[in-house]
Protein backbone atom coordinates (compact mmCIF):
# COMPACT_ATOMS: atom_id res chain seq x y z
CA UNK A 1 0.00 0.00 0.00
CA UNK A 2 3.02 2.71 0.65
CA UNK A 3 4.14 2.24 -3.32
CA UNK A 4 1.11 3.58 -4.38
CA UNK A 5 0.80 6.35 -2.08
CA UNK A 6 4.33 7.31 -3.08
CA UNK A 7 3.38 7.13 -6.23
CA UNK A 8 0.68 9.71 -5.86
CA UNK A 9 2.49 11.87 -3.86
CA UNK A 10 5.57 12.24 -6.50
CA UNK A 11 2.80 12.69 -9.43
CA UNK A 12 1.09 16.29 -7.13
CA UNK A 13 4.80 17.57 -6.51
CA UNK A 14 5.26 17.44 -10.18
CA UNK A 15 2.70 18.90 -11.29
CA UNK A 16 3.07 22.12 -8.50
CA UNK A 17 6.71 21.98 -9.79
CA UNK A 18 5.41 22.36 -13.83
CA UNK A 19 3.16 25.31 -12.55
CA UNK A 20 5.28 27.27 -10.36
CA UNK A 21 8.06 26.95 -13.54
CA UNK A 22 6.03 28.10 -16.49
CA UNK A 23 3.72 30.43 -14.80
CA UNK A 24 7.38 32.70 -14.19
CA UNK A 25 7.50 33.01 -18.25
CA UNK A 26 4.62 35.35 -17.78
CA UNK A 27 6.19 37.10 -14.92
CA UNK A 28 8.63 40.17 -15.76
CA UNK A 29 5.96 42.95 -17.89
CA UNK A 30 5.01 45.94 -16.83
CA UNK A 31 2.01 48.31 -18.53
CA UNK A 32 2.65 49.86 -21.81
CA UNK A 33 3.08 53.77 -22.33
CA UNK A 34 3.97 54.65 -25.75
CA UNK A 35 3.09 57.44 -28.50
CA UNK A 36 2.93 57.76 -32.29
CA UNK A 37 2.10 60.08 -34.57
CA UNK A 38 -1.40 60.30 -36.36
CA UNK A 39 -1.68 59.06 -39.82
CA UNK A 40 1.25 56.30 -38.96
CA UNK A 41 1.75 53.58 -41.59
CA UNK A 42 0.92 49.80 -40.60
CA UNK A 43 4.02 48.04 -38.97
CA UNK A 44 4.91 51.48 -36.97
CA UNK A 45 6.48 50.26 -33.93
CA UNK A 46 4.71 50.85 -30.57
CA UNK A 47 6.04 48.71 -27.70
CA UNK A 48 8.63 45.61 -26.83
CA UNK A 49 7.16 43.44 -24.43
CA UNK A 50 9.27 43.03 -21.42
CA UNK A 51 7.69 39.50 -20.68
CA UNK A 52 10.14 36.48 -19.20
CA UNK A 53 9.22 33.88 -21.72
CA UNK A 54 8.40 33.98 -25.63
CA UNK A 55 5.08 34.27 -26.96
CA UNK A 56 4.48 30.51 -28.04
CA UNK A 57 6.67 28.87 -26.41
CA UNK A 58 6.60 26.34 -23.52
CA UNK A 59 2.87 26.87 -23.62
CA UNK A 60 2.99 31.16 -23.38
CA UNK A 61 0.69 32.73 -25.08
CA UNK A 62 -0.15 36.34 -25.51
CA UNK A 63 -3.65 38.42 -26.63
CA UNK A 64 -4.31 41.62 -27.26
CA UNK A 65 -7.74 42.69 -25.54
CA UNK A 66 -9.70 45.91 -24.93
CA UNK A 67 -12.02 48.57 -27.15
CA UNK A 68 -8.80 49.85 -29.24
CA UNK A 69 -7.01 46.10 -29.67
CA UNK A 70 -7.61 46.21 -32.88
CA UNK A 71 -5.06 49.07 -33.85
CA UNK A 72 -2.38 46.76 -32.95
CA UNK A 73 -0.99 43.23 -33.72
CA UNK A 74 1.86 41.45 -31.88
CA UNK A 75 5.18 40.37 -33.91
CA UNK A 76 6.98 38.08 -31.40
CA UNK A 77 8.21 40.50 -28.60
CA UNK A 78 6.68 43.43 -30.22
CA UNK A 79 3.39 45.11 -30.49
CA UNK A 80 3.04 47.39 -34.10
CA UNK A 81 0.71 49.43 -35.60
CA UNK A 82 -2.41 48.00 -37.59
CA UNK A 83 -3.30 50.33 -39.92
CA UNK A 84 -4.50 50.00 -44.02
CA UNK A 85 -5.28 52.32 -46.88
CA UNK A 86 -9.08 52.05 -45.84
CA UNK A 87 -7.95 52.87 -41.91
CA UNK A 88 -5.86 55.58 -40.97
CA UNK A 89 -4.82 56.38 -37.75
CA UNK A 90 -6.77 60.04 -37.42
CA UNK A 91 -6.16 61.72 -33.90
CA UNK A 92 -9.28 63.78 -34.54
CA UNK A 93 -11.73 60.86 -34.62
CA UNK A 94 -9.96 58.32 -32.67
CA UNK A 95 -9.27 60.36 -29.79
CA UNK A 96 -5.59 61.55 -28.62
CA UNK A 97 -5.22 57.53 -26.39
CA UNK A 98 -5.72 54.43 -27.94
CA UNK A 99 -6.37 51.65 -25.07
CA UNK A 100 -6.29 48.18 -24.92
CA UNK A 101 -5.06 45.31 -22.63
CA UNK A 102 -2.07 42.46 -23.18
CA UNK A 103 -3.23 39.51 -21.83
CA UNK A 104 -0.29 36.78 -20.68
CA UNK A 105 -1.16 32.97 -20.77
CA UNK A 106 -0.30 29.70 -19.33
CA UNK A 107 -2.08 26.12 -21.10
CA UNK A 108 -5.15 28.83 -21.35
CA UNK A 109 -5.00 29.75 -17.98
CA UNK A 110 -4.59 33.55 -17.68
CA UNK A 111 -1.38 34.39 -15.60
CA UNK A 112 -1.21 38.53 -15.94
CA UNK A 113 -2.52 41.33 -17.46
CA UNK A 114 -1.11 44.84 -18.49
CA UNK A 115 -2.63 47.99 -20.05
CA UNK A 116 -1.67 49.72 -23.26
CA UNK A 117 -1.88 53.22 -23.31
CA UNK A 118 -0.57 54.86 -26.76
CA UNK A 119 -0.79 58.69 -26.95
CA UNK A 120 -1.78 59.43 -31.05
CA UNK A 121 0.67 62.25 -31.53
CA UNK A 122 -1.05 65.03 -33.49
CA UNK A 123 0.29 66.63 -37.05
CA UNK A 124 -1.11 69.51 -39.20
CA UNK A 125 -3.67 67.52 -41.41
CA UNK A 126 -6.70 69.23 -41.55
CA UNK A 127 -7.72 72.60 -42.86
CA UNK A 128 -9.68 75.25 -40.87
CA UNK A 129 -13.59 74.71 -41.97
CA UNK A 130 -15.72 77.89 -41.48
CA UNK A 131 -19.11 77.37 -39.27
CA UNK A 132 -21.83 77.28 -41.76
CA UNK A 133 -24.58 79.27 -39.74
CA UNK A 134 -21.73 81.99 -39.88
CA UNK A 135 -21.18 82.34 -43.16
CA UNK A 136 -24.71 82.50 -44.31
CA UNK A 137 -26.49 85.69 -45.84
CA UNK A 138 -26.61 88.48 -43.77
CA UNK A 139 -28.92 91.62 -43.72
CA UNK A 140 -27.80 95.18 -42.69
CA UNK A 141 -29.66 97.99 -42.77
CA UNK A 142 -27.68 101.34 -44.91
CA UNK A 143 -28.26 103.15 -41.76
CA UNK A 144 -25.50 101.19 -39.99
CA UNK A 145 -22.81 103.64 -38.75
CA UNK A 146 -19.09 103.25 -40.24
CA UNK A 147 -16.45 101.96 -37.98
CA UNK A 148 -19.28 98.92 -35.97
CA UNK A 149 -19.25 95.67 -36.27
CA UNK A 150 -21.73 94.34 -38.82
CA UNK A 151 -20.85 90.65 -38.63
CA UNK A 152 -18.86 87.81 -37.16
CA UNK A 153 -17.49 84.82 -38.99
CA UNK A 154 -15.76 81.67 -37.27
CA UNK A 155 -13.33 78.93 -38.62
CA UNK A 156 -12.69 75.66 -36.49
CA UNK A 157 -9.15 73.77 -37.17
CA UNK A 158 -9.70 70.55 -36.11
CA UNK A 159 -6.08 70.46 -35.05
CA UNK A 160 -6.43 73.23 -32.82
CA UNK A 161 -4.32 75.35 -34.93
CA UNK A 162 -4.98 79.27 -34.46
CA UNK A 163 -6.81 81.26 -37.13
CA UNK A 164 -6.43 84.26 -39.01
CA UNK A 165 -9.20 85.90 -40.68
CA UNK A 166 -8.56 88.13 -44.08
CA UNK A 167 -10.68 89.93 -46.89
CA UNK A 168 -9.60 88.75 -50.10
CA UNK A 169 -9.15 92.53 -51.62
CA UNK A 170 -10.04 90.74 -54.95
CA UNK A 171 -13.95 90.00 -54.22
CA UNK A 172 -16.12 93.25 -56.05
CA UNK A 173 -17.44 94.89 -52.54
CA UNK A 174 -13.96 94.34 -50.31
CA UNK A 175 -13.62 98.09 -49.56
CA UNK A 176 -17.06 98.24 -47.50
CA UNK A 177 -15.46 96.05 -45.21
CA UNK A 178 -11.87 95.77 -42.74
CA UNK A 179 -11.15 93.55 -40.18
CA UNK A 180 -9.45 95.07 -37.24
CA UNK A 181 -8.77 92.11 -35.40
CA UNK A 182 -7.15 89.32 -37.07
CA UNK A 183 -7.92 86.71 -34.52
CA UNK A 184 -11.47 87.71 -33.63
CA UNK A 185 -13.70 87.42 -37.38
CA UNK A 186 -15.62 90.71 -36.28
CA UNK A 187 -15.68 92.19 -39.82
CA UNK A 188 -16.08 95.88 -39.32
CA UNK A 189 -17.83 98.40 -42.08
CA UNK A 190 -15.13 100.77 -43.43
CA UNK A 191 -17.78 102.60 -45.96
CA UNK A 192 -21.06 103.95 -46.00
CA UNK A 193 -23.61 102.32 -47.32
CA UNK A 194 -26.29 103.06 -50.26
CA UNK A 195 -29.38 100.64 -50.80
CA UNK A 196 -30.28 102.98 -53.90
CA UNK A 197 -26.99 102.34 -55.33
CA UNK A 198 -25.62 98.85 -54.01
CA UNK A 199 -28.79 96.79 -52.58
CA UNK A 200 -26.12 93.50 -52.61
CA UNK A 201 -22.98 93.21 -51.40
CA UNK A 202 -20.52 90.34 -52.39
CA UNK A 203 -16.95 89.56 -50.44
CA UNK A 204 -14.54 86.98 -49.90
CA UNK A 205 -13.16 85.96 -46.28
CA UNK A 206 -10.06 83.29 -45.71
CA UNK A 207 -9.50 81.63 -43.05
CA UNK A 208 -5.86 80.62 -42.19
CA UNK A 209 -3.36 78.94 -40.14
CA UNK A 210 -1.38 81.58 -37.72
CA UNK A 211 1.42 79.45 -36.36
CA UNK A 212 1.97 76.50 -38.88
CA UNK A 213 4.60 76.10 -41.31
CA UNK A 214 1.58 74.68 -44.00
CA UNK A 215 -0.29 77.86 -42.95
CA UNK A 216 -3.69 76.14 -44.45
CA UNK A 217 -6.45 78.26 -45.40
CA UNK A 218 -9.70 77.98 -46.69
CA UNK A 219 -12.24 80.58 -48.04
CA UNK A 220 -16.12 81.48 -48.12
CA UNK A 221 -18.47 83.56 -49.89
CA UNK A 222 -20.47 85.93 -47.98
CA UNK A 223 -23.46 87.84 -49.30
CA UNK A 224 -24.51 91.12 -47.86
CA UNK A 225 -28.04 92.08 -48.53
CA UNK A 226 -28.55 95.96 -48.10
CA UNK A 227 -31.95 96.76 -46.41
CA UNK A 228 -33.53 100.38 -47.39
CA UNK A 229 -33.39 102.87 -44.59
CA UNK A 230 -35.50 106.04 -45.16
CA UNK A 231 -32.62 108.48 -46.30
CA UNK A 232 -33.31 109.98 -49.26
CA UNK A 233 -36.08 112.25 -50.18
CA UNK A 234 -39.07 111.92 -52.88
CA UNK A 235 -38.04 113.29 -56.55
CA UNK A 236 -39.60 114.26 -59.17
CA UNK A 237 -40.89 111.93 -62.51
CA UNK A 238 -38.74 111.56 -64.85
CA UNK A 239 -35.68 111.30 -62.61
CA UNK A 240 -32.63 112.89 -64.60
CA UNK A 241 -29.37 112.31 -62.49
CA UNK A 242 -27.41 115.34 -62.06
CA UNK A 243 -24.28 112.94 -63.28
CA UNK A 244 -23.31 109.60 -63.51
CA UNK A 245 -21.62 109.46 -60.91
CA UNK A 246 -24.09 111.16 -58.98
CA UNK A 247 -27.26 109.41 -58.86
CA UNK A 248 -29.44 112.44 -57.26
CA UNK A 249 -32.68 113.68 -59.78
CA UNK A 250 -33.11 116.95 -61.36
CA UNK A 251 -36.55 118.35 -61.06
CA UNK A 252 -37.98 118.26 -65.03
CA UNK A 253 -40.14 121.19 -65.50
CA UNK A 254 -43.79 120.36 -66.37
CA UNK A 255 -45.06 121.91 -69.37
CA UNK A 256 -48.81 122.70 -71.08
CA UNK A 257 -51.10 124.46 -73.62
CA UNK A 258 -54.26 125.24 -72.99
CA UNK A 259 -56.33 128.79 -74.30
CA UNK A 260 -58.76 131.26 -73.09
CA UNK A 261 -61.71 128.61 -73.05
CA UNK A 262 -60.37 126.00 -71.71
CA UNK A 263 -62.04 125.44 -67.71
CA UNK A 264 -62.33 122.81 -65.24
CA UNK A 265 -60.26 120.52 -66.86
CA UNK A 266 -57.58 117.81 -66.33
CA UNK A 267 -54.40 119.38 -67.72
CA UNK A 268 -51.68 117.07 -69.48
CA UNK A 269 -48.22 117.92 -69.06
CA UNK A 270 -44.91 116.96 -71.06
CA UNK A 271 -42.49 115.26 -69.88
CA UNK A 272 -45.37 113.60 -68.93
CA UNK A 273 -47.85 114.06 -65.77
CA UNK A 274 -47.14 115.21 -62.43
CA UNK A 275 -46.01 112.43 -60.29
CA UNK A 276 -43.16 111.82 -57.87
CA UNK A 277 -41.41 108.76 -56.51
CA UNK A 278 -39.79 108.07 -53.18
CA UNK A 279 -36.33 108.29 -53.15
CA UNK A 280 -36.36 104.97 -50.45
CA UNK A 281 -37.36 102.31 -53.51
CA UNK A 282 -37.41 99.73 -50.96
CA UNK A 283 -39.28 101.49 -48.72
CA UNK A 284 -41.95 103.90 -50.68
CA UNK A 285 -43.94 106.04 -48.09
CA UNK A 286 -46.75 107.86 -48.98
CA UNK A 287 -46.21 111.33 -50.57
CA UNK A 288 -48.37 114.65 -50.40
CA UNK A 289 -48.57 117.30 -53.71
CA UNK A 290 -49.08 120.97 -53.07
CA UNK A 291 -48.73 124.29 -54.66
CA UNK A 292 -46.28 126.46 -53.17
CA UNK A 293 -47.22 129.72 -55.49
CA UNK A 294 -48.61 130.41 -58.10
CA UNK A 295 -51.98 129.32 -58.08
CA UNK A 296 -53.73 132.45 -59.46
CA UNK A 297 -56.05 132.46 -56.41
CA UNK A 298 -57.36 128.57 -56.87
CA UNK A 299 -57.10 129.15 -60.63
CA UNK A 300 -55.11 126.05 -60.22
CA UNK A 301 -55.76 123.33 -58.09
CA UNK A 302 -53.56 119.91 -57.31
CA UNK A 303 -54.61 116.89 -55.92
CA UNK A 304 -52.51 116.20 -52.96
CA UNK A 305 -52.29 112.63 -53.60
CA UNK A 306 -52.53 111.77 -57.08
CA UNK A 307 -50.68 114.52 -57.96
CA UNK A 308 -53.65 115.79 -60.91
CA UNK A 309 -53.57 119.11 -61.80
CA UNK A 310 -56.93 120.87 -63.01
CA UNK A 311 -57.49 124.24 -64.21
CA UNK A 312 -60.50 125.51 -62.81
CA UNK A 313 -61.82 128.97 -64.73
CA UNK A 314 -61.06 130.07 -67.79
CA UNK A 315 -57.94 132.67 -68.41
CA UNK A 316 -59.47 136.31 -68.88
CA UNK A 317 -56.96 138.14 -71.18
CA UNK A 318 -54.33 135.71 -73.35
CA UNK A 319 -52.43 139.11 -73.58
CA UNK A 320 -52.19 139.93 -69.81
CA UNK A 321 -51.47 136.72 -69.34
CA UNK A 322 -49.40 134.82 -71.89
CA UNK A 323 -48.21 132.14 -69.64
CA UNK A 324 -48.31 130.97 -65.77
CA UNK A 325 -45.85 129.40 -64.03
CA UNK A 326 -46.00 127.64 -60.56
CA UNK A 327 -44.07 126.16 -58.39
CA UNK A 328 -45.15 122.81 -56.97
CA UNK A 329 -43.95 120.60 -54.09
CA UNK A 330 -43.77 117.08 -53.16
CA UNK A 331 -42.93 115.48 -49.01
CA UNK A 332 -43.14 112.60 -47.05
CA UNK A 333 -46.54 111.98 -45.50
CA UNK A 334 -44.66 110.94 -42.22
CA UNK A 335 -41.54 113.46 -42.91
CA UNK A 336 -42.55 116.74 -44.43
CA UNK A 337 -38.83 117.75 -44.04
CA UNK A 338 -37.96 115.66 -46.78
CA UNK A 339 -39.07 117.29 -49.88
CA UNK A 340 -38.56 118.27 -53.60
CA UNK A 341 -39.78 121.34 -55.74
CA UNK A 342 -40.92 121.41 -59.51
CA UNK A 343 -41.57 124.13 -61.94
CA UNK A 344 -45.08 124.02 -63.95
CA UNK A 345 -44.96 126.55 -66.89
CA UNK A 346 -49.09 126.99 -68.46
CA UNK A 347 -48.42 128.97 -71.78
CA UNK A 348 -51.83 129.87 -72.74
CA UNK A 349 -52.02 130.18 -76.52
CA UNK A 350 -54.80 131.61 -79.15
CA UNK A 351 -57.18 129.01 -80.30
CA UNK A 352 -56.61 127.41 -83.25
CA UNK A 353 -59.71 126.88 -85.46
CA UNK A 354 -57.89 128.26 -89.11
CA UNK A 355 -54.18 127.04 -90.44
CA UNK A 356 -52.14 129.76 -91.97
CA UNK A 357 -51.94 130.35 -95.55
CA UNK A 358 -50.11 132.29 -98.07
CA UNK A 359 -51.97 134.85 -100.41
CA UNK A 360 -50.36 133.25 -103.34
CA UNK A 361 -48.37 130.09 -104.09
CA UNK A 362 -45.79 131.49 -106.04
CA UNK A 363 -44.20 134.91 -105.02
CA UNK A 364 -42.11 136.75 -108.14
CA UNK A 365 -39.12 139.32 -107.45
CA UNK A 366 -35.66 140.47 -108.32
CA UNK A 367 -32.40 141.52 -107.78
CA UNK A 368 -29.51 143.31 -109.19
CA UNK A 369 -26.55 141.87 -108.97
CA UNK A 370 -23.55 143.78 -107.71
CA UNK A 371 -20.31 144.00 -105.27
CA UNK A 372 -22.51 144.59 -101.62
CA UNK A 373 -22.32 141.80 -99.34
CA UNK A 374 -26.46 141.73 -98.66
CA UNK A 375 -29.31 143.11 -100.45
CA UNK A 376 -32.52 142.87 -100.11
CA UNK A 377 -35.13 141.05 -102.59
CA UNK A 378 -37.98 143.26 -104.57
CA UNK A 379 -40.86 143.13 -106.40
CA UNK A 380 -41.18 144.34 -109.96
CA UNK A 381 -43.05 147.35 -108.64
CA UNK A 382 -40.04 148.23 -107.07
CA UNK A 383 -41.32 147.32 -103.43
CA UNK A 384 -39.88 145.08 -101.01
CA UNK A 385 -41.11 141.59 -101.35
CA UNK A 386 -42.77 140.27 -98.68
CA UNK A 387 -43.77 136.77 -98.22
CA UNK A 388 -46.07 136.75 -95.15
CA UNK A 389 -49.29 134.03 -94.06
CA UNK A 390 -52.71 135.50 -92.96
CA UNK A 391 -54.17 133.44 -89.74
CA UNK A 392 -58.13 134.08 -89.61
CA UNK A 393 -57.62 133.33 -85.79
CA UNK A 394 -56.08 136.69 -85.26
CA UNK A 395 -58.66 140.10 -86.09
CA UNK A 396 -55.78 141.68 -87.78
CA UNK A 397 -54.53 138.39 -89.57
CA UNK A 398 -51.22 138.28 -88.21
CA UNK A 399 -50.31 135.60 -86.19
CA UNK A 400 -47.15 136.70 -84.06
CA UNK A 401 -46.35 132.74 -83.31
CA UNK A 402 -45.48 132.39 -86.94
CA UNK A 403 -42.02 131.51 -88.25
CA UNK A 404 -40.28 131.74 -91.46
CA UNK A 405 -37.76 129.75 -93.19
CA UNK A 406 -36.15 128.55 -96.46
CA UNK A 407 -36.46 124.50 -97.29
CA UNK A 408 -33.62 123.70 -97.82
CA UNK A 409 -31.46 126.16 -96.81
CA UNK A 410 -29.76 128.57 -98.61
CA UNK A 411 -26.17 129.41 -98.74
CA UNK A 412 -27.55 132.42 -100.94
CA UNK A 413 -30.46 133.89 -99.18
CA UNK A 414 -32.57 134.10 -95.84
CA UNK A 415 -35.57 134.90 -94.65
CA UNK A 416 -36.88 137.09 -91.89
CA UNK A 417 -39.20 136.82 -89.65
CA UNK A 418 -41.33 139.33 -90.97
CA UNK A 419 -41.64 137.90 -94.74
CA UNK A 420 -38.73 139.54 -95.78
CA UNK A 421 -35.87 138.04 -98.49
CA UNK A 422 -32.29 138.89 -98.12
CA UNK A 423 -29.66 137.90 -100.87
CA UNK A 424 -25.75 138.09 -100.72
CA UNK A 425 -25.19 139.79 -103.70
CA UNK A 426 -21.66 139.69 -104.44
CA UNK A 427 -22.11 135.92 -104.62
CA UNK A 428 -24.86 136.13 -107.69
CA UNK A 429 -24.42 135.83 -111.09
CA UNK A 430 -26.83 138.31 -113.99
CA UNK A 431 -28.98 136.54 -115.36
CA UNK A 432 -29.13 133.57 -112.70
CA UNK A 433 -32.51 132.45 -111.62
CA UNK A 434 -33.47 131.08 -108.32
CA UNK A 435 -36.66 128.93 -107.25
CA UNK A 436 -37.05 129.19 -103.58
CA UNK A 437 -39.29 127.43 -100.68
CA UNK A 438 -40.56 129.45 -98.20
CA UNK A 439 -42.03 127.17 -94.85
CA UNK A 440 -44.53 129.37 -92.59
CA UNK A 441 -44.89 127.23 -89.36
CA UNK A 442 -47.19 127.96 -86.01
CA UNK A 443 -44.91 127.50 -83.64
CA UNK A 444 -48.15 126.72 -81.56
CA UNK A 445 -50.14 124.59 -83.17
CA UNK A 446 -47.52 123.00 -85.38
CA UNK A 447 -49.44 123.63 -88.66
CA UNK A 448 -47.03 124.54 -91.28
CA UNK A 449 -47.36 126.04 -95.20
CA UNK A 450 -45.43 126.64 -98.43
CA UNK A 451 -44.59 129.06 -101.11
CA UNK A 452 -42.50 129.58 -104.15
CA UNK A 453 -40.01 132.44 -104.73
CA UNK A 454 -38.51 133.01 -108.47
CA UNK A 455 -35.99 135.51 -108.33
CA UNK A 456 -34.32 136.52 -111.37
CA UNK A 457 -30.51 138.16 -110.96
CA UNK A 458 -30.41 141.41 -112.97
CA UNK A 459 -27.62 143.22 -114.43
CA UNK A 460 -26.67 146.84 -113.11
CA UNK A 461 -29.05 149.09 -115.17
CA UNK A 462 -31.90 146.84 -114.87
CA UNK A 463 -33.79 147.84 -111.96
CA UNK A 464 -37.48 147.10 -112.21
CA UNK A 465 -37.55 145.85 -115.70
CA UNK A 466 -37.97 142.33 -116.44
CA UNK A 467 -35.73 140.12 -118.84
CA UNK A 468 -38.94 138.38 -120.02
CA UNK A 469 -42.68 139.66 -120.50
CA UNK A 470 -43.99 136.26 -118.55
CA UNK A 471 -42.94 137.85 -115.47
CA UNK A 472 -45.56 141.05 -115.73
CA UNK A 473 -48.80 138.66 -116.50
CA UNK A 474 -48.18 137.52 -112.49
Known amino acids: MLRPCRLLLWQVVLRLSYHVVTASLCLGGSDIFASVKENSPTGQFISNISISGDAGANAVKLCLTGGNAGWFYLEGRTIRLNTSVSRVLDREVQGSVLIAELTCY ?60 IIDQSSPDAWFFRIDLPNSGNIVLNKPLDYETRPHLELIIWAQESHTKEKFNTSAVLTVNIEDGDDQYPHFLPCTPVSPSVPVCMSPTYT ?20 AEDGDRGINAPLIYSILSGDDRGRFVINNSTGEFRLTRAVDDRRITPNFTLNVMVCQVDDRLKYSLASVVVRVLYENMFPPVFNRTTFKGFIIQSSSPASIVSTYGNQVLQVQVSDHD ?34 LHAFDRHILQVMARDEESGEEVSASVDIEVLQRGQAGEPQSTCFLSG
Open 106 to 165: EDDVMQSQFRILVEILNENDNRPNFLQDMVQSFTITELTAVNSVVFTVKAVDADGDMITY
Open 256 to 275: TNITHKHQDVVLEFSPGPIR
Open 394 to 427: FSDGLNPNIHYSLHPPSGLYQVTQRGVLIARTDQ
